[in-house]
Nanobody, 121 residues
Framework: VQLQAFGGGLVQAGGSLRLSCVAS??????MGWFRQAPGKEREFVAA????????GYADSMKGRFSISRDNAKNTMYLQMNSLKPEDTAVYYC?????????????????WGQGTLVTVSS
């Protein structure tokens, strides 16, 4: 399965963006979003289980970001609201080798190429 992330761009603080991650085939495993800001390590953003019924978020994203998936379209989404300059990063989507949401990047075995989100103050 190959992944492609879309939807990044430049947005003002307080604005919203929706990222999409399209898989080349169906995956019956959990999926997730991670991000990497310049000069920082990759960090967990959100994850969703195989059927979309269970989700998990990093503390700093709770209440602002929402992850979802449409298995009929082999697509995962990340709705990002109330964006802050510190949300500026390259956002990566990934598929896991587990069915439950995971914040551990070692549980993920397929990664997309990333999409850049820039939030201006």
């Amino acid at each position: 399965v190959q992944l492609q992330a879309f939807g990044g761009g430049l947005v003002q603080a307080g604005g919203s963006l929706r990222l999409s991650c399209v898989a080349s085939g169906r995956t019956n495993y959990a999926m997730g979003w991670f991000r990497q800001a310049p000069g920082k390590e990759r960090e967990f953003v959100a994850a969703i289980n195989w059927n979309g019924g269970v989700t998990g978020y990093a503390d700093s994203m709770k209440g602002r970001f929402s992850i979802s998936r449409d298995n009929a379209k082999n697509t995962m989404y990340l709705q990002m609201n109330s964006l802050k300059p510190e949300d500026t990063a390259v956002y990566y989507c990934a598929t896991a080798n587990v069915v439950v949401p995971s914040a551990d990047p070692n549980d993920y075995n397929r990664w997309g190429q990333g999409t850049l989100v820039t939030v201006s103050s």
